[in-house]
């Protein structure tokens, strides 16, 4: 098992940046898949990106470009760089992690995640 903690949360204008970070205790993340996920008020919980545990990654349109996600296992943190921040990436930040069936693979849907971190908000406005 993995408990996952989130940090680097906080308010920042558009086009600023922000760096999430994901650390985990108990098992070592290497052979996790982990996404990152947000909820806006209102709305479903989405994928924001995720990282297989052999490092390949994945992001959908709406943060391609602007997000990335990379891991550091010898310390057991899974990071999330967000530049050019819009209002729309406003939310409650989650990471999840997972042992896929599938070597590689990286799940998109929430509940193909086993743990969960706590949430870190993250505010875009001027």
């Known amino acids: 098992q993995v408990q996952l903690v989130e940090s680097g949360g906080g308010t920042v204008q558009p086009g600023g940046s922000l760096r999430l970070s994901c650390a985990s205790s108990g098992d070592t993340l290497n052979a996790y898949a982990v996404g990152w996920f947000r909820q806006a008020p209102g709305k479903e919980r989405e994928v924001v990106c995720g990282i297989s545990s052999t490092g390949k990654t994945s992001y959908p349109d709406s943060v391609k470009g602007r997000f990335t996600i990379s891991r550091d296992d010898s310390i057991n943190t899974v990071y999330l760089q967000m530049n050019s921040l819009k209002s729309e990436d406003t939310g409650i930040y989650y990471c999840?992690?997972?042992?896929?069936?599938?070597?590689?693979?990286?799940?998109?849907?929430?509940?193909?995640?086993?743990?969960w971190g706590q949430g870190a908000r993250v505010t875009v406005s001027s």
């Open positions: 999840a992690a997972v042992i896929p069936d599938l070597l590689g693979f990286i799940p998109t849907h929430p509940a193909d995640y086993d743990y």
